[in-house]
């Protein structure tokens, strides 16, 4: 079987902001055939994550991690999609699947222990795009980063970077699932309103109105923080720091001020570090990937229980993918941004 | 009772590299009286440790934790004396005691649980010194910030700077007893010599002759480091950073180069720390406090086996406490550096 396909790849390296014309659609053709031993999916949902950027860089530490990604070649990204074909008996047609797929109309994949790839029960009732969001790979990193990284007690007080991203908002209502007292900051008023008065922060702040975050942590964490949530890095983490109480956490999650500009760093004070007996723990969603399940199944109960609200921002269409990822970095979307295709 | 005392005070607020003119010995007298309930120590041997230099700083991070040192006044600091006087049973004449004692001739304490203090048992057979440096905090902190907080696994590779003073010298030295790799920067020769050849450590370099401290630790540590144990902070950390494996683990003990310039600061990548899922934790040896019996049972065993060698630096006479504390950030002084009174 062959099959029409097309996929996006980057023109060149991308060191800085990312933009449209970095990328380009490309048409490829996708053979499978009964021999091969692989699986032949129609992608439905394709994910788009700031750490992406880092893999398309000549060079980033996140290549000690994850494949750099080649210009001109198919993305591996994370998504659901359809088996329209399979050479194993674990697949069969019209299964769906979750896990590492590409940035492209259909994709082959051989099963192997080092797949990342989960086949849905067809009991599930979840909408499908959720499997991208709370219980994708966002979902876990919010829960694995705050549950298992930032160990919250009930009273504690949270603070949440990015408050309004894919993981942010999860990252905040799981907080208040704990007890937590949770603030979040985010770059828009509707940001802040939709964290105040949909998701439950306890307050929430737009970071631009504070030319002086160190005095903003200050004012909405008279009693200090315990833990901080990091998703972007920069004086955000500096500030967090000189408000942090002792054994304060720092869940760090993204440093995406930090993705767009490398020589845009935090310089945080090591002797609050020190004295307050800090711990500053960088971590991937992928290192608790064993207990996947486990995480999904309580997500999930919650979702059921109207206790988390999942925040969605779907593009259509494979040709919208540059557009909905350089969207990541100007501070336009809200929720789990994602494509979907045709 | 009535005895003639001195204290070594700090003149005023001491902001930068501390010289012996910001220091002075003033005369006091101790007033004991039976019915005081205090406890009438004579000093025989006083630390002197380069965190105090925080506290003498009109606002520092470490007020958080320790109080400030006011100038003019008495200065707490740990050391080992003897009871001339009781009025409370726990404590009798000539009993030797270890703990928060001052940087003076006689210090008064009134026993409670907020007070660091115990007393030596009679049937102690190792130098009493020794209670100040590897049996007191130094031992302490070496052996809390490497065990607790480092996690050594055998086989792993260690780093540690400023190896050849207090805390230094044993965690090299217990980081060997784990069976790892370990290798040390210290700022001359002669201490270079010491860790290759007295400490056993695998490795040591002067990192005075390494103007590129990277590359350095690329050549030291071919396969990476798995913990750096850090005394100094500043660039030495960033280079750690970069060489360090997934799962690095940094116990953050001291920041000594910034301790005297506020405005040099470590700037660590941390998209290293992401993407290596370093861990980044400050401690202190007191956090560790209901576990120094079994952590000084351990290594008073290792030392008695000669498995451990004790390195200290004794300086004689309160009068010398300036100097002696000045030189912990010249360079100076190898090994523990401390006070013995006539």
Redesign the interface.
Known sequence: MEVESRYVAVRHHVEGLPSEDDFEVKAARVRWWPESGEVLVRNLYLSVDPYQL?RMKRR???H???DGIVPGERIDAYGAGEVVASACEEYKEGDVVTGVLGWEDYTLFRPSPGVLMSKLAASDDLPLSHHLSALGTSGMTAYAGLYEVGRPEAGEKVFVSAASGSVGSLVGQFAKLAGCYVVGCAGTNAKVDLLKNKLGFDDAFNYKDEPDMKSALKRYFPDGIDIYFDNV?GET?EAALANMN?YGRVA????IS??TDAGH????????????????????AW?FLTRFAEFTGVISDWIRQGKVQVIEDISDGLESVPSAFTALFSGDNIGKKMVKLA
Chains 1, 2 share one sequence.
């Open positions: 880092n980033s530490a996140s000690l991690a994850v890095g983490l002792t760090l999650c993204g440093v930090e993705y760093r935090a310089v945080p004070d090591l002797l609050e570090v020190i004295y307050k007996r800090i711990t500053i723990r960088g971590f991937f290192d």
